[in-house]
Nanobody, 115 residues
Framework: QVQLVESGGGLVQYGGSLRLSCAAS????????MGWYRQALGKKREWVANIFVGGSTTYADSVKGRFTISRDNAKSTVYLQMNSLKPEDTALYYC?????????WGQGTQVTVSS
């Protein structure tokens, strides 16, 4: 079983930056593909970024060039650095992984971007 705990959300002005963290339990973190998703009020949850075991990354077009996903295997933590934030980035941000066929989610951390 994997437990995920996100942190780092908050209120930021248009154009500002935030760094989200997601700490994972257990000793298997280095073998997990990790992802960030977000869900705005009244909208479906959408994928934001992935980071794979080898460190390669992929991003949704809406955040490409502004967000950076990274991982620290020694700390079992995945990060999402968010720059040039826009009001449309306002959402509850979740980290996610799939292990042995089961999808695990954290509780989410709220990001609000004011205009």
């Amino acid at each position: 079983q994997v437990q995920l705990v996100e942190s780092g959300g908050g209120l930021v002005q248009y154009g500002g930056s935030l760094r989200l963290s997601c700490a994972a339990s257990g000793s298997i973190f280095s073998r997990l593909t990790m992802g960030w998703y977000r869900q705005a009020l009244g909208k479906k949850r959408e994928w934001v970024a992935n980071i794979f075991v080898g460190g390669s990354t992929t991003y949704a077009d809406s955040v490409k060039g502004r967000f950076t996903i990274s991982r620290d295997n020694a700390k079992s933590t995945v990060y999402l650095q968010m720059n040039s934030l826009k009001p449309e980035d306002t959402a509850l941000y979740y980290c996610n992984t799939v292990y042995l066929g089961t999808s695990y989610w954290g509780q989410g951390t709220q990001v609000t971007v004011s205009s």
